[in-house]
């Protein structure tokens, strides 16, 4: 049996005359992490805040912003929440970097209306926030934002689908991501008024994540539940490659036309490949490399960028169909991300 | 450590052992290895970046694990009983969504809104406590399904939407005083406070006694009169109370009411007591230790964002840390035998 530790009360007022010596440090401190952001070395520094490290699209989006960081010649730090989602985790980098003093902060928001708060206390002391890729609820609250137009990459893959079905009658799957999170239902909706159909004519709606197994899973059920699917849209290609390996175990995938939104280079290969139909691609380098740019310009000059720029999105397909505009995928390669 | 001439064969009752000196009394306290590890790092950065040695900084440091740290403290209780809580960060969650909820939508006033979310908590607290000890299943196993049942519950009741216009009660402990020249968050004192209670609580009154008498031995426990089972369901609602006191935490320092939120929180909050020195076989540790812990966590964040580097290097080196910290503590048990 070993020894109960008795926790000596010298050892309670050591805790406490620590916790008092913190304190006073504290109140005599020079403050300078609640000051308003200056920056010590005479370089201009730029934070950017990802939802996650490990997806493609922000470690694309990081390089994107490192090399626009290098041309500038101004200090980039990087940092990310731990899931996607997670939002605390985005609070405390926001607060880190407004206190290691940069210049202006670019975020990929996880949770478009709990950061908030956070943004506007960064925005009280002088710092630039941009969003990148998903628009904060109110849009307002950043001072620019940065962002694929999502309505109109899920139109442009319905407007494919459509032309594509010539006419035959439509029946829809729809692997989507998560509930209220405003890509995904943005996309979603796009596609259907792409499509000109409504949520009545999808059979099957479930929610991926994303996520390549979690799609397959999906996509399996649905074939359970409707056999005769023949059009899926899907969130992103991930999504659809698990889409893809559930019908090809089927024997369906031949008849069966998969429609994505994304444009990494995985996917852009899946299109090629003749795996998925069609991708509206997305171009996150050029959201980064704006959002360092516009930091770079406030810095200089005090100007701060505002509204909302569209970083453009574009269709990729092989099988062009009359009426929708489309690159093909040797474009879609030479400009892919991941 | 030490090298204590003890045979590791018998364990001795501790009359018998050689009165320590003071030295080796400090090297044996499971907080030294932390507070020095915590020491080691501030200066490190103090060195590497001039922003990090100040007020304002630290007192960042401290509303950056406010949250995790109240949780740190029920899952230290849970621990020292020689039982895990995974639940914690889910229970959490529910408890948040409750509060903003109620409050948002009117249906509760604040104050009341607020006290049934600790009443929530308290409650989920109390179940795993039940299913622990009377039927009796693993803590693992029980906290487990907790999870998914808190998980499932805040995405439900929530509707999967973040709730926003908050009354001000609820987002009281995130607003600031200043001290010197430095704002400090109302919710860090509480914090604080709540680990210095929990850490007089635990070391001075027979209710912590019993406590560590249980950890390392249910058994012998029961047998010197301890009512084992109305204290480890006692200890499993206080910690489920505390769960609620991190959420009203949480809510104040993100201004709303968040689906997402605490879903790595249990084991950030087992990462804090572990490297606060807190041994996973129960019996062992402290309140005090899981502070130095957390903090330790939230220095290395902050001082390496300070620095520029990414965060997962962060993740890196807690790892390596959470590895190192179980190793002492498992060195340290064999000299303490």
């Known amino acids: ?338 | 450590m030490t090298a204590t001439s003890t045979p590791p064969s018998t364990s001795k009752p501790y009359a018998e052992l050689k009165a320590p000196t003071t030295v080796r009394r400090l090297l044996t306290q499971p907080t030294t290895g932390p507070l020095a590890a915590l020491l080691l790092a501030c200066a490190f950065f103090s060195v590497s970046t001039d922003q990090f040695l100040t007020g304002g900084n630290f007192s960042l440091i401290v509303q950056q694990v406010m949250v995790v740290g109240t949780l740190a403290i029920g899952q230290t209780l849970i621990i020292l009983t020689a039982g895990i809580d995974l639940s914690c960060g889910a229970v959490m969650a529910f408890g948040s969504i409750v509060i903003a909820k109620m409050a948002a939508e009117g249906t509760l006033p604040p104050l009341v809104a607020i006290a049934l979310g600790l009443v929530v908590c308290g409650g989920f607290g109390l179940l795993n406590g039940a299913l622990v000890q009377k039927i009796p299943l693993p803590p693992f196993i029980v906290t487990l399904g907790m999870l998914n049942v808190a998980f499932a519950l805040t995405h439900i009741y929530s509707e999967e939407q973040t709730v926003t216009n908050l009354p001000g009660p609820l987002t009281a402990l995130g607003q600031t005083f200043p001290l010197g020249h430095t704002d400090i968050t109302y919710g860090s004192l509480v914090t604080i406070a709540l680990f210095l209670l929990l850490a007089y609580a635990l070391s001075n009154t027979g209710w912590g006694r019993h406590v560590y008498a249980l950890g390392n031995s249910p058994e012998a426990a029961r047998l010197n009169g301890i009512r084992t089972s109305r204290l480890t369901i006692g200890v499993y609602t206080v910690a489920g109370l505390l769960y609620g006191i991190a959420a009203l935490l949480l809510i104040s320092r993100t201004g709303v009411g968040d689906p997402q939120a605490g879903q790595t929180d249990n084991l950030d909050s087992i990462t804090a007591v572990v490297l606060g020195g807190t041994s996973l076989f129960g019996g062992r540790g402290s309140v005090l230790g899981t502070f130095i812990g957390v903090l330790i966590v939230g220095v290395f964040r902050n001082g390496l964002q300070l620095m520029g580097v990414a965060s997962i290097y962060q993740t890196l080196i807690t790892g390596v840390l959470v590895i190192l910290a179980v190793t002492v503590d498992q060195i340290s048990r064999k000299k303490a035998r």
């Open chain 1, 1 to 338: 049996m070993s020894r109960i530790p008795r926790l000596p009360s010298s050892l309670l007022r050591a805790a406490a005359c620590t916790g008092i010596a913190a304190l006073t440090l504290t109140a005599c401190g020079s403050g300078s992490g609640s000051g308003t952001a200056s920056t010590g070395s005479g370089s201009v520094k730029v934070g950017l805040i990802t939802k996650t490290d490990t997806n493609p699209f922000f470690v694309k989006m990081k390089e994107g912003a490192e090399k626009a960081a290098k041309e500038n010649g101004v200090e980039l730090s990087t940092a990310a929440g731990k899931f996607d989602g997670d939002n605390a985790g985005q609070v405390t980098a926001i607060e880190n970097m407004v206190a290691s003093g940069v210049k202006g902060i670019l975020i990929t928001p996880s949770d478009s209306k709990a950061i908030v708060p956070a943004i506007e206390k960064a925005k009280a002391k002088g710092v630039l926030v941009i969003a990148l890729d998903t628009p904060t609820e109110p849009e307002s609250a950043v001072d620019a934002l940065f962002a694929t137009d999502n309505l109109k990459a899920g139109e442009l893959i319905g407007e494919y689908a459509k032309a594509a079905m010539k006419g035959k009658s439509a029946k829809i799957a729809a692997l989507d991501l998560a509930p209220g999170v405003s890509v995904g239902v943005q996309r979603h909706n796009g596609f259907l008024k792409g499509f000109g159909a409504t949520d009545k004519d999808v059979v099957c709606a479930q929610d991926t994540g994303g996520d390549q197994a979690k799609g397959q899973t999906a996509m399996e059920n649905c074939l359970q539940k409707a056999p005769d699917i023949n059009v899926v849209y899907t969130i992103n290609e991930p999504a659809a490659l698990g889409a893809y390996t559930a019908l090809k175990a089927q024997g369906r995938e031949k008849d069966v036309l998969i429609v994505s939104v994304d444009g990494g280079c995985t996917g852009t290969q899946a299109v090629k490949d003749g795996k998925i139909a069609a991708t509206s691609q997305q171009y996150p380098l050029k959201m980064a490399a704006e959002g360092v740019k516009a930091v770079v310009t406030y810095a200089k000059d005090g100007k701060k960028a505002s509204g909302y720029t569209d970083t453009g999105v574009t269709l990729i397909t092989d099988k062009a169909q009359d009426g929708v505009t489309s690159k093909d995928t040797a474009y879609g390669l030479d400009n892919c991300w991941g």
